[in-house]
């Protein structure tokens, strides 16, 4: 069975670990090691600084191993803390395959691991658990809020891909036509790639206004990341039309700039992509340490819709200087 | 000087992006409609000129430098720089036309460090280039933080998304900047001087030509076209995104510069050509957008279609068009 399956079947049982299920415990004195990939990405930056967060909130001290896209630097990080003999493991693994040894090596130390935000093709036993979204998930939250907003009215949905053949751009799409698929009067017209940028998804956005008769054929657009978004509501500005009235803007991510557009009127929802992945992680290592639960294999962290009834201003505050 | 029209008329890139344009009209029919809305143009062969604009500035500045037979493989990051560099300084409270100055500044500056490495110290042109080519998107990204930076500077987003006598200002600043620099190279022997060091420095040194002071030039050009494209990029978006902004556009460039009938070989080149071929690239890229295609068909339908658009011009095709025109001229 691969992760991916896996993880499909483990969302079901995922709400049941939201976080909020925890009383946030007390992990003083307990030294973590935690390998990140890098900084590739604002959401990624946002990670790290919230994982720094949630440590400190805890009381845990935190060894920060930045590995720079390069999956020989996490293995020598990981070497790095077990040789240190911390108490437990964060690992963002940056590719799948290649872990068997050194995750051997951490389980002989008698150290737990938990991968964040990406899955690993190695053995179920080497590791504690896996915590991770689901983006078929965030795909069906943002097509099931489309239905509702348009309450069986006919709806013409155009739709901003990401990178062809990226594993968000499948699933997102997967997601957002199961969420749509009891909805018969919500038809996709139109998709093509905006490759999750800004520039990209301003330019497609474009080309779909001129193709369904200057933008009244489109009753909303869905954007497989919020930056598309962004990009395709100074398209439709352009265009003459009112974004979040005359054509409803729905995307996922929840990065700071999008909550901006949804305070002006100019974006109707996002579902977040939690930088929260440390919370979880956290709170079933406490659990772990304190009677022995062994938590769940695969935890998936909550996609939550956002709206404008959920304070955009005040979640643009609370993200800006998360690093996204 | 009839001939001359005729002639230009039916090179093989004019053909080339009358066909691209005609099967745009066949696959969307409404391409060709032009409305006036808000006062400015609107219509899909507005955006053909506005979102070629910035690959049209890339290829008039990498025209002269694959005339001297050299490539400029940094241009899509030095866009990045320059727009990270307009970006964060309008944010840090500059007024914007001392911002664009500065951009623009630190595009020429890169070009001519471009420049120093081929000129002076010999590096070929793609090592060169390449340095910065991975360094300055790592520069940009530093400039900025890692972050998008937004702005609302009115200039800045004049100058990517304004429009002067309802066309799109990027698309004004293309025209201008390729009008000016046709100018200067073919009004004066400057773009005689150029071809001679591509085809041999050697031998255009002895003959007299300070070909390091022309390599700085071609160069420094090209770092400042970039910068110019770098500022429109980001006032387009209201934000420099360094991971993303100019990326993998300096091989649209190459390709339209090539389109536009340049030898990579050096020594032959057109500037108008090239803005053509940057043209072309974008009606098919538009296109391919309007016609409902499934995203993956998108990079298949471009390689196909850039295929046939290099057959048109290759020597094979082109013997055969200008024979025939010469023949009819000859009967007169």
Redesign the interface.
């Known amino acids: 069975m691969s992760i991916i399956t896996k993880l499909a079947i483990a969302a079901g049982l995922a709400t049941a670990l939201s976080t909020a299920a925890f009383a946030q415990a007390d992990l003083s004195g307990k030294v973590i090691g935690f390998s990140q990939i890098g900084s590739e990405s604002g959401w990624r930056a946002a990670e790290t600084s919230v994982t720094r967060s949630e440590a400190e909130a805890r009381g845990v001290d935190l060894k920060f191993a930045d590995a720079q896209q390069k999956q020989e630097n996490q293995i020598k990080a990981i070497r790095g803390f077990i040789a240190q003999g911390v108490d437990a493991i964060l690992v963002a693994p940056v590719v799948a395959t290649g872990w068997d040894d050194v995750l051997t090596e951490a389980k002989e130390a008698e150290i737990p691991v938990v991968l964040l935000d990406r899955g690993v093709d190695a053995p179920e036993d080497l590791y504690l658990t896996s915590i991770a979204s689901d983006q078929v998930l965030e795909g069906r939250v943002a097509g099931e809020w489309l239905v509702d907003a348009v309450a069986g009215e006919d709806c013409n949905v155009v739709e901003l891909q990401g990178t062809v053949g990226s594993s968000p751009a499948i699933n997102r799409k997967q997601g957002f036509e199961e969420g749509i698929a009891s909805a018969s009067n919500i038809k996709i017209t139109q998709s093509q790639t905006g490759d999750f940028t800004r520039a990209k998804g301003k330019e497609v956005m474009e080309a779909f206004l001129k193709s369904s008769n200057g933008g009244a054929d489109i009753c909303a657009v869905y954007a497989h990341n919020d930056d598309m978004a962004v990009g395709a509501i100074q398209a439709i500005k352009d265009a003459g039309l009112k974004p979040g009235t005359d054509i409803k803007v729905v995307s996922i991510d929840a990065v700071p700039d999008i909550f901006t557009a949804i305070a002006a009127g100019e974006a109707n929802a996002t579902v977040e992509l939690t930088p929260n992945m440390a919370g979880p992680a956290f709170d079933a290592l406490a659990a772990y340490w304190a009677d022995g639960t062994e938590p769940e294999k695969f935890i998936i962290t909550e996609s939550k819709l956002y709206t404008a009834e959920n304070d955009p201003q005040g979640e643009y505050e609370r993200r800006k200087g998360l690093g996204y | 000087m009839m001939r001359r029209v005729v002639s230009t008329l039916a090179s093989p890139q004019l053909l080339a992006l009358a066909g691209v344009l005609l099967i745009n009209w066949f696959l969307?029919p409404?391409f060709f409609r032009i409305t006036w809305?808000?006062g400015r143009l609107?219509?899909?062969l507005i955006?053909v000129l506005n979102?070629g604009a910035p690959v049209a500035i890339l290829a008039i500045g990498m025209a002269g430098v694959i005339a001297t037979k050299g490539v400029d493989l940094s241009v899509g990051a030095i866009m990045a720089v320059a727009g990270a560099v307009a970006a964060t300084m309008v944010v840090a409270g500059y007024p914007a036309p001392v911002a664009v100055i500065a951009a623009l500044a630190v595009g020429l500056v890169c070009g001519l460090w471009n420049g120093f490495l081929v000129a002076v110290l010999d590096i070929q042109p793609i090592i060169a280039t390449l340095v910065l080519m991975v360094a300055g998107r790592g520069i940009a990204q530093l400039i900025t933080e890692?972050?998008?930076v937004?702005f609302t500077d009115p200039l800045l987003i004049f100058i990517g998304?304004g429009s002067f006598l309802g066309l799109p200002m990027a698309a004004v600043i293309a025209l201008v900047l390729m009008i000016v620099v046709t100018m200067i190279i073919r009004r004066t022997a400057l773009g005689l001087f150029i071809e001679a060091v591509g085809v041999n420095r050697a031998a255009a040194s002895l003959a007299g030509i300070r070909s390091r002071m022309l390599l700085f030039l071609v160069y420094g050009l090209s770092g400042f076209c970039a910068a110019v494209a770098g500022i429109i990029?980001a006032g387009?978006?209201?934000?420099a995104?360094a991971?993303?902004?100019g990326l993998w556009l300096e091989l649209d460039a190459i390709l339209a510069v090539v389109i536009g009938g340049t030898s990579l070989l050096g020594g032959r080149f057109s500037v108008p050509l090239a803005v053509v071929g940057a043209i072309i690239i974008q009606a098919m890229?538009?296109g391919i957008?309007?016609?409902?295609f499934?995203?993956?068909f998108?990079l298949i339908v471009k390689a196909g279609l850039i295929f046939i658009v290099l057959i048109i011009q290759s020597p094979l095709a082109t013997r055969l068009v200008p024979v025939r025109l010469t023949k009819a001229e000859a009967r007169k």
């Open positions: 969307f409404p809305q808000d609107f219509g899909s955006d979102r890692g972050f998008i937004t998304t990029v387009d978006i209201r934000g995104d991971n993303n902004a890229n538009t957008l309007v016609s409902g499934p995203p993956e998108n």
